[in-house]
């Protein structure tokens, strides 16, 4: 942001019906020590951040971070996602001995299914793994590992951040969305999201949000946001559904509800 420049805000007009969404999408998993931490590659360096303190409390004894680059990451992290989460995640303090990455996944399938095959091939065993993403990309990505790699454990995990703090850090960047679609690679099995409505509704949340359902809105918000909404059909029995509040539920699989540790200081 430039000197001067004012934070990005949300209008206030869609700002209730954005927090509905950001809250729905954290999974508050209460993290417990795994196998491995898997980063996914964004244009968020505070995945990074998230792994190394997380690595640094001995929830895991390695990292793997993947990613290949986007067109809303190729200019700001050139060399690939994940080589540029390697390199923040050193500079932190993790041993590089204790860091894999995988430079060559264009989406969360691919995320999941080559960092698996990356393990495998040098010799790792993994039953449990912590997912560390972007705050509102918990879901997507708790569904599509239970999707593709069944047989592991799996906890969520972002940096403790409010919806208004995340767009005042990364809201400078570029002009981004909040996205109700969503596209998957067919050859994964996934495929574009329909409209569902889970018993919290946040799906009903749209509703005050300009063009909710056509895949780009809250044009005129600042912030690099693409929140997705909803899930694929056949994706949906490995999402946990809360019979109560948001503010409630509990990951089926998950150990213990409730609001996830916060990852503290390196």
């Given at each position: 942001?430039?000197?001067?420049?004012?934070?990005?805000?949300?209008?206030?007009?869609?700002?209730?019906?954005?927090?509905?969404?950001?809250?729905?999408?954290?999974?508050?998993?209460?993290?417990?020590?795994?196998?491995?931490?898997?980063?996914?590659?964004?244009?968020?360096?505070?995945?990074?951040?998230?792994?190394?303190?997380?690595?640094?409390?001995?929830?895991?004894?390695?990292?793997?971070?993947?990613?290949?680059?986007?067109?809303?990451?190729?200019?700001?992290?050139?060399?690939?996602?994940?080589?540029?989460?390697?390199?923040?995640?050193?500079?932190?303090?993790?041993?590089?001995?204790?860091?894999?990455?995988?430079?060559?996944?264009?989406?969360?399938?691919?995320?999941?299914?080559?960092?698996?095959?990356?393990?495998?091939?040098?010799?790792?065993?993994?039953?449990?793994?912590?997912?560390?993403?972007?705050?509102?990309?918990?879901?997507?990505?708790?569904?599509?590992?239970?999707?593709?790699?069944?047989?592991?454990?799996?906890?969520?995990?972002?940096?403790?951040?409010?919806?208004?703090?995340?767009?005042?850090?990364?809201?400078?960047?570029?002009?981004?969305?909040?996205?109700?679609?969503?596209?998957?690679?067919?050859?994964?099995?996934?495929?574009?999201?329909?409209?569902?409505?889970?018993?919290?509704?946040?799906?009903?949340?749209?509703?005050?949000?300009?063009?909710?359902?056509?895949?780009?809105?809250?044009?005129?918000?600042?912030?690099?946001?693409?929140?997705?909404?909803?899930?694929?059909?056949?994706?949906?029995?490995?999402?946990?559904?809360p019979q109560r509040s948001h503010h409630q539920s509990r990951?089926?699989?998950?150990?213990?509800?409730?609001?996830?540790?916060?990852?503290?200081?390196?």
């Amino acid at each position: 942001m430039t000197s001067g420049e004012r934070p990005a805000a949300i209008p206030a007009a869609i700002r209730d019906s954005v927090q509905v969404l950001w809250d729905y999408h954290d999974l508050r998993h209460e993290l417990r020590p795994t196998d491995v931490g898997i980063g996914l590659g964004s244009h968020d360096l505070a995945v990074a951040t998230c792994a190394a303190i997380l690595y640094r409390r001995g929830l895991y004894p390695r990292i793997v971070f993947t990613g290949a680059n986007a067109p809303t990451t190729i200019a700001v992290l050139p060399r690939g996602e994940a080589v540029h989460y390697r390199e923040h995640a050193l500079a932190l303090g993790v041993p590089d001995a204790a860091i894999l990455v995988e430079p060559q996944a264009r989406n969360t399938g691919e995320n999941i299914t080559l960092a698996r095959d990356l393990l495998r091939n040098q010799g790792h065993t993994v039953r449990s793994a912590i997912l560390i993403s972007r705050p509102y990309q918990q879901r997507q990505t708790y569904a599509t590992c239970r999707k593709l790699w069944p047989e592991v454990t799996v906890q969520c995990a972002s940096l403790p951040l409010t919806l208004d703090d995340y767009v005042a850090t990364i809201g400078e960047r570029q002009p981004g969305r909040v996205d109700a679609g969503g596209r998957y690679p067919a050859h994964l099995g996934l495929r574009r999201p329909r409209l569902r409505h889970p018993p919290d509704d946040p799906a009903r949340s749209t509703r005050g949000l300009p063009g909710a359902g056509r895949g780009r809105v809250c044009k005129s918000t600042r912030c690099r946001t693409s929140l997705k909404l909803f899930v694929p059909d056949h994706l949906l029995s490995a999402l946990p559904h809360p019979q109560r509040s948001h503010h409630q539920s509990r990951s089926p699989g998950a150990p213990d509800g409730g609001r996830p540790a916060s990852p503290g200081k390196p």
